[in-house]
């Protein structure tokens, strides 16, 4: 069945550091692919999409770009900042199936000054 | 987008209970979806629930154990029944919003749920 794979945690980082948070995923037919994030204490939410392939999802400094010769779906920002710390999700909702979404393990990402 | 809320947020109960969980949608939607997040996991899905129809439920999950109601376009709950320490989780309704080019799912803010 379908599924998605992401790099583990925790990740690091220091303030201005380069991320990215890598995400693979296994599906038929052609899925939408999503980031969410989860703050500490607060609900989970969108952070960027991408629908069809060769898409770059863009949010708050975050990219992502879905790559179906690779199916990969990375998550990526040029400088964070300890705001970014909380957990990140990558998702795939599968073609035609009634919009279900399908999560990959989470990456808890932690920034330090 | 749509605003979501859960009751009751949080609670501790009794193995062999049963809890229901509500989900309120400040918004008629069409597609409700019931996920699990057990500690340190991610979310998994245990059903969808379409108003007007049955819930459709993933592979390892059962209406017997989590039987789940939707009477209205913006009301939905979750019953789990029986319930073992291994029932402990975060459970999260969604519901999904058609906005203009694409689909987008909205998240409750969660029922925290510890069984002793």
């Known amino acids: 069945g379908d599924s998605v794979t992401q790099m583990e945690g925790p990740v690091t980082l220091s303030e201005e550091a380069f991320l990215t948070i890598n995400c693979t995923y296994t599906?038929?037919?052609?899925?939408?692919l999503f980031w969410y994030v989860q703050y500490p204490g607060e609900g989970l939410q969108l952070l960027l999409k991408a629908t069809k392939a060769d898409d770059k999802g863009s949010n708050k400094g975050f990219e992502a770009t879905y790559r179906k010769e690779t199916t990969s779906f990375h998550l990526e920002k040029g400088s964070v900042q300890v705001s970014d710390s909380a957990v990140y999700f990558c998702?795939?909702?599968?073609?035609?199936?009634?919009?279900?979404?399908?999560f990959g393990q989470g990456t808890e990402l932690s920034v330090k000054p | 987008s749509a605003v979501i809320s859960q009751k009751p947020s949080r609670d501790i109960c009794q193995r062999g209970t049963s809890l229901t969980i509500q989900c309120q949608v400040d918004s008629q939607v069409t597609m409700m979806f019931w996920y699990r997040q057990q500690p340190g996991q991610s979310l998994t899905l245990i059903a969808t629930?379409?108003?007007?129809?049955?819930?459709?439920?993933e592979s390892g999950f059962v209406i017997d154990k989590f039987p789940i109601s939707r009477p209205n376009l913006t009301f939905s709950t979750l019953t789990v029944s029986n319930m073992s320490p291994e029932d402990s989780s975060i459970y999260l309704c969604s519901v999904e919003e058609r906005l203009p080019g694409y689909n987008e799912q909205f998240f409750g803010p969660g029922t925290r749920l510890t069984v002793l």
């Open positions: 599906a038929t037919g052609y899925p939408s």
């Open positions: 998702a795939l909702s599968p073609y035609n199936q009634g919009g279900k979404l399908i």
């Open positions: 629930a379409n108003q007007g129809s049955e819930a459709t439920y």
